[in-house]
């Protein structure tokens, strides 16, 4: 079973992949770059990752056929939401938490490359799968 501080210490590599990207490339660029280029980091650091992994919506019991994907999700743990925007928003949180919720991850990363610093800008979300689970292996 995972715990909370796997979780964290997967993150942190995570973190440290969007820090080197951002420190190659810089602010300015399109979304689309930036995640290509965070792929090859964590396929260079050995993380295993699927990228826009498509989401299923449920309306009651029936799937709806609908086209909803997430960026990147790391380890089957940790959804990243990837941005190049001016300002991260609230709508951006609530898609990140839908994410999570939809495929019952435990944490989510917002990660905006539009910044000067990846670390402050970077949003980490967690919800209840997370809380379940043990703080120690």
């Given at each position: ?12 590599k995570i973190v440290g992949c969007a820090i080197e990207v951002h420190k190659q490339l810089g602010p300015g660029l399109l979304e689309s770059i930036y995640e290509e280029c965070f792929c090859e980091e964590l396929n260079h650091r050995k993380l295993n990752f699927v990228r ?86």
């Open positions: 079973m995972t715990s909370q501080n796997q979780i964290n210490d997967l993150a942190f826009q992994v498509r989401i299923p919506v449920f309306y009651k019991t029936r799937e709806l056929n609908i086209e909803l994907r997430l960026d990147v999700l790391v380890e089957d743990l940790i959804i990243c939401e990837l941005k190049a925007i001016e300002t991260l928003l609230p709508v951006h949180q609530a898609q990140l938490l839908s994410y999570m919720k939809l495929l019952q991850k435990p944490k989510g990363l917002l990660i905006n490359f539009h910044t000067d610093n990846i670390t402050k800008s970077m949003i980490p979300l967690v919800n209840e799968y997370f809380s379940e689970l043990p703080k120690n292996p």
